[in-house]
């Protein structure tokens, strides 16, 4: 290793206000001082201004110039480059707008990789190149700072009389915890009863004065069978103000105009309260999935499967939309449906079953 | 009376005096700027993480001038014509206003998008190595603590991030974050309640994700770091065993300027990467996926990366519900709270349960190497394959698109995958550990396999060995090394007989010395550098 590595710590301090010193001296000095010992030091290029040197120096000009010229770039595309959007159809004329994030992230990042290159190249190849060790002085304490540190903070204890004074004990401990308990209890007013809100969808009659709710799309046109093709399948809402809304974000249905022969199966599947549910060939599943609550919104018409993309839960629409593969267990509840005098569908009742995610108290 | 002149020169040693004159400031300057780092590619994996948390802080800041955290329902006017016309909250609106109307909005964004990710991803890399390394021993089990509960923050902070926007995905996820809380037994609907203020999705969980968003989470997050890399600073860094190193030293270059202007120029890259990214790739065009309707989703709707071994989690588990005496325990519940209770708090306490079966109370400043401890190698391994195969199936329905599989097949897959493959996994590294460990004694006893055949006086061919040390024992042979824990080279190339393969960022560890060097005469620490890393 080098010279250095000799000057063993056990030397003479040297006198650092001797002007015969020079400035590594008195730097190597206080490295021994502190404990740290130089196991190899030299320069990155002993002989100076060698060509290599040269040649290191100016790539790092280089890329200093660069940082200058994309930050000068990036205030320039900032400032001057057109950034307004427009809209423009696949394959019609290029805009320079399109452009401008682009550009703004190439000069900025032209702008930081020229620093971060220059100085990275700069500490690696222009540094001394050195190696030292130092000691860690770590595993805790003397044992007698220990204790007089140990029989300090007990005697604190000991001068408060705490341990003397149980009925002080007794007083500060109530006096202190109901504090604790009125620094949280103003959270307390987040915590309302959930009420009903989980059992009741958009479709219970209470939403509308006790009318029946009708069924509508989302842009409010009332659904009337003729709009539901065979094999076909709708999103329905409740026909109510907000409906389509994320306010009844329970109440998004699927309303489904079943092939004969499915309709078939499906009626002769209903469980008993869903006798008579369906109107016609026409069935309406809550479009909520029982999993943890996504739209379950892919119908796949071969295999009757309603399928819902979070996790791949399958329902078998002509049999009751019970699971039949993922993670989900309970069926999609049905919304019972009629059509009124004027030809528009309604739902009978609200969902028979609380819709969604199952929760503790559903049972 | 002559005025005094002016001296630059005498500037800077004039005004360091006053300060010390006032804060007695020589002695702990001169310890920052000596201080000596031990240096190695692995420990710049906590640097990125830092560099994009500062990344986070500056780009979120701007964002904030604009963003309005609110669900008021308003209708869009802005200068992307495909939603014009269309009701959307303000939190949405003013997304699109930021991507679209405000100056150089769209590159913040997509820069803090990326940062974040970025972010997470080196925590998760940086915890690996501090893992696989050991570097979480007795001392340093309270900064695994700490690091691991920054991990934690990390991950709700961005699942934040990702809701804020209200956009079609992020109500997606706020959907599944209901349907999650509302599945703990007992409190379930109550807590989703409290947390929604109401019905969901109510009015109020933008703005309550916002508040944690950008004041709470980031405010502890600044904290802990701040006494993260504080410990790591007071502790001084551990080192990997080499030439010189022991449990009681640390060898490398001083903080000023070696270490210092490394770390600088390096977060500039980590900056310009991040900036690159943030201005060429396209993150999260939540333009392209309308605003949160309740009624819709589109397939292969993805969480962030990070998310994702969750969500696969949640997908793979089977459909058990519980329900009797009118109770119901919901089947999400087992996956998606007990799952990630697990997740969140058996690695949180790892250094302790391995202490309790390695009884180990010694202080470990000298790393190990992943082989050196195959137990603790393959537990690693183990668990990282668990958080590949559910973050896979987090992207199950996207795999089985791509590759033609059916979706029932990957969901059967994964779920027989998640119970075999981590013990698979378990013992395979074990063994690769103990084939490892057991080349490098070869080699040390051997020398190194050159490649070379020679032939011997009986005709038979032999590769000849480089032997690692000149030293013979008493038969002439050459003297069996006894392994210290420090790398041990297998090619020729690695004790200068070619230059190094690869020169530059991922610097060829030292070249052995042929002994372990003699330190200062008299000093027994070359005995204790002999044992280091020896079990
Ligand atoms: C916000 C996230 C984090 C940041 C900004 C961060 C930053 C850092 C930095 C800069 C270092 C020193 C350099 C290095 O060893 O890489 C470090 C060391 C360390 N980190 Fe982290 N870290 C984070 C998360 C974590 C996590 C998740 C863990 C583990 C659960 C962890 C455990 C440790 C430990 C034990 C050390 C000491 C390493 C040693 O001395 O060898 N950190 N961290
Ligand atoms: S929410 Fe439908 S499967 Fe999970």
Redesign the pocket.
């Known amino acids: 290793m080098s010279a250095a590595h000799h000057d063993s710590s056990a030397a003479e301090p040297v006198d650092v206000t001797d002007g015969k010193l020079t400035k590594f001296d008195i730097v190597k000095e206080g490295l021994r001082r502190d404990g740290i010992e130089i196991l190899h030091y030299e320069p990155a290029f002993p002989v100076p201004g060698t060509k290599a040197e040269k040649r290191i120096e100016r790539f790092i000009a280089l890329c200093f110039t660069v940082a200058g010229l994309g930050a000068l770039g990036f205030v320039a595309v900032f400032a001057f480059w057109p950034w307004e959007y427009e809209f423009a159809e696949l394959g019609t004329a290029e805009s320079w707008s399109k452009w401008y994030t682009p550009m703004l992230g190439l000069t900025l990042g032209l702008a930081l990789a020229g620093l971060g290159i220059g100085i990275l190249t700069w500490s690696k190849k222009l540094l001394p190149v050195e190696e030292l060790v130092q000691e860690r002085h770590d595993g805790g304490s003397a044992q007698e700072d220990r204790i007089i540190t140990g029989a300090t903070l007990s005697n604190v204890v000991d001068e408060t009389g705490i341990k003397r004074r149980p009925l002080l004990k007794r007083a500060l401990l109530f006096g202190a915890a109901p504090l604790g308990l009125a620094a949280i209890a103003p959270l307390g007013t987040l915590i309302t009863p959930p009420g009903d809100d989980l059992v009741t969808t958009g479709f219970s009659p209470a939403k509308n004065h006790g009318e029946p709710v009708r069924l509508m799309l989302k842009d409010g046109t009332l659904v009337r069978p003729d709009m539901v093709s065979v094999g076909g399948q709708i999103t329905v809402f409740p026909a109510i103000p907000g409906g389509a809304t994320n306010e009844y974000a329970d109440s998004p249905t699927l309303l489904i105009h079943l092939r004969q022969e499915d309709a078939d199966k499906a009626r002769a599947n209903a469980y008993d309260m869903y006798k008579g549910a369906m109107w016609g060939n026409y069935i309406a599943y809550s479009k909520i999935c029982t999993h943890i609550g996504c739209p379950a919104s892919l119908y796949e018409q071969q295999t009757n499967r309603l399928l819902c993309p979070c996790h791949q839960s399958q329902f078998l629409i002509t049999d009751n939309a019970k699971p039949v593969f993922g993670p989900a267990t309970r069926h999609l509840p049905q919304l019972p449906l009629a059509v009124n005098e004027d030809g528009v569908f309604y739902a009978v009742s609200d969902f028979l079953v609380p819709i969604g995610p199952a929760f503790w108290e559903r049972g | 009376m002559k005025r005094r002149k002016f001296d630059a020169k005498q500037m800077p040693a004039k005004i360091g005096n006053e300060l010390d004159d006032r804060f007695k400031l020589a002695s702990p300057v001169r310890g920052l700027l000596t201080k000596v780092f031990p240096d190695h590619w692995?420990?710049?994996?906590?640097?990125i993480?830092?560099f994009s948390?500062i990344v986070l802080l500056l780009t979120g800041t701007f964002l904030a001038l604009f963003f309005e955290p609110s669900m008021v329902h308003v209708v869009y006017d802005g200068s992307y014509t495909p939603l014009r016309g269309i009701g959307m909250s303000k939190a949405y609106e003013s997304t699109l206003h930021i991507s679209f109307d405000v100056r150089g909005g769209l590159v913040i964004r997509q820069m803090h998008h990326w940062a974040a990710l970025l972010?997470v991803a080196s925590?998760l890399v940086?915890?690996g190595?501090?893992?696989f390394?050991g570097?979480?021993r007795k001392p340093?089990e309270a900064?695994?603590?700490?690091?691991?509960i920054?991990?934690i923050?990390?991950f709700f902070e961005g699942l934040m991030g990702y809701s804020i926007p209200d956009d079609g995905l992020s109500g997606t996820g706020l959907r599944i974050v209901h349907g999650i809380t509302e599945s703990i037994p007992l409190i379930g609907s109550w807590a989703a309640h409290a947390l929604f203020g109401g019905e969901y999705p109510g009015e109020v969980i933008v703005t309550r994700f916002y508040i944690l968003h950008v004041l709470l989470i980031p405010g502890i997050?600044l904290a802990?770091?701040a006494v993260?890399?504080g410990?790591?600073f007071a502790?001084k860094?551990?080192q990997w065993p080499g030439p010189g190193r022991t449990e009681h030293n640390v060898v490398g270059y001083r903080m000023f300027p070696n270490y210092v202007s490394k770390q600088g120029g390096f977060f500039m890259l980590v900056f310009a990467v991040i900036a690159l990214m943030g201005g060429l790739f396209q993150i999260n065009p939540i333009w392209l996926f309308g605003p949160y309707e309740a009624s819709v989703v589109s397939s292969g709707s993805q969480p962030d990366f990070y998310v994702m071994f969750l969500d696969g989690l949640v997908r793979l588990f089977p459909s058990w519900e519980l329900s009797g005496f009118g109770f119901t325990l919901p089947a999400v519940f087992w996956p998606a709270v007990v799952g990630m209770g697990v997740a969140f708090t058996v690695?949180l306490l790892y250094p302790f349960i391995e202490r309790r079966f390695t009884k180990d109370k010694a202080h470990h400043n000298l790393?190990e190497r992943p082989r050196d401890n195959p137990t603790r190698t393959a537990v690693g391994a183990m668990v990282t394959s668990i958080w590949l195969i559910t973050t896979i199936t987090g992207a199950n329905d996207i795999v089985a698109d791509k590759f033609n599989i059916s979706l029932n097949a990957m969901t059967w897959g994964g779920r027989i995958g998640i119970v075999v493959i981590p013990v698979i996994t378990f013992f395979i590294t074990r063994r690769i550990c103990l084939g490892l460990q057991q080349h490098d004694r070869e080699v040390l006893a051997h020398g190194i396999e050159t490649g070379i055949m020679r032939r011997d006086a009986n005709g038979r061919f032999y590769e000849v060995h480089q032997p690692l040390t000149s030293e013979v024992d008493e038969h002439g042979h050459p003297k069996v090394l006894e392994y210290n824990g420090w790398t041990v080279p297998k090619k020729m190339n690695r004790v200068g007989a070619l230059l190094p393969a690869v020169k530059g960022f991922f610097k060829p560890v030292e070249l052995p010395s042929e002994t372990p060097r003699r330190e200062v005469e008299g000093d027994d620490r070359s005995r204790e550098e002999i044992e280091a890393g020896r079990r």
């Open positions: 692995s420990f710049l994996l906590g640097e993480a830092l948390f972010f925590i940086h915890m190595r501090v893992f390394s570097a979480f340093r900064n695994w603590v700490i690091g691991f920054l991990f923050l990390a997050m802990l770091i993260h890399v410990l790591v502790q860094h551990s690695p790393l």
